[in-house]
C-alpha cells in the first residue's frame, strides 16, 4: 500500500529556511504527479506546489513563487519542498499528495489519492 513520510518540519524565525521531505513506499512505479499542501487551524487545506513525474513541470501557488522550490529525486522516489525567506504567514501543517493516474494539470486537492501525515512548519 502507499505510505508518504513527510520530515523536515520545524521552528525557525521569518526570513529563514527549510528544506521538506516525502517518502514515497509501497509502490512499484513512480507516481505521476506530487503535491504539496498546507493548513493552518482553522482554515481549508490549500495547495503549495505541484510536480509532474516525467517531465519536471513545476507549478507553485501564487504565495510562495519565488521563495519554494519543489523537486524531486525518482531514485529515492523523494519529493522536497525547499523553503526560503519564510513568513510568518506560511506557518501552517504541511503534507505532500501522490496521484498515479493522468489528470488535469495541475492537479487539485481532491485529485489526489494518498497523504501524508503532515510536518508542522512555524515561522515566527
Known amino acids: 500500500h502507499v505510505q508518504l513520510v513527510e520530515s523536515g518540519g520545524g521552528s525557525v524565525q521569518a526570513g529563514g529556511s527549510l528544506k521538506l521531505s516525502c517518502e514515497v513506499s509501497g509502490i512499484t512505479y513512480r507516481p505521476n504527479y506530487m503535491g504539496w499542501f498546507r493548513q493552518a487551524p482553522g482554515t481549508e487545506r490549500e495547495g503549495v506546489a505541484a510536480?509532474?513525474?516525467?517531465?519536471?513541470?513545476?507549478w507553485y501557488a501564487g504565495s510562495v513563487k519565488g521563495r519554494f522550490t519543489i523537486s524531486r529525486d525518482s531514485a529515492k522516489n523523494t519529493v522536497y519542498l525547499q523553503m526560503h525567506s519564510l513568513k510568518p504567514e506560511d506557518t501552517a501543517m504541511y503534507y505532500c499528495a501522490y496521484r498515479r493516474q493522468y489528470c488535469t494539470w495541475p492537479p487539485a486537492l481532491n485529485d489526489y489519492t494518498n497523504w501524508g501525515q503532515g510536518t508542522q512548519v512555524t515561522v515566527s
Open positions: 510536480i509532474r513525474r516525467d517531465g519536471g513541470e513545476t
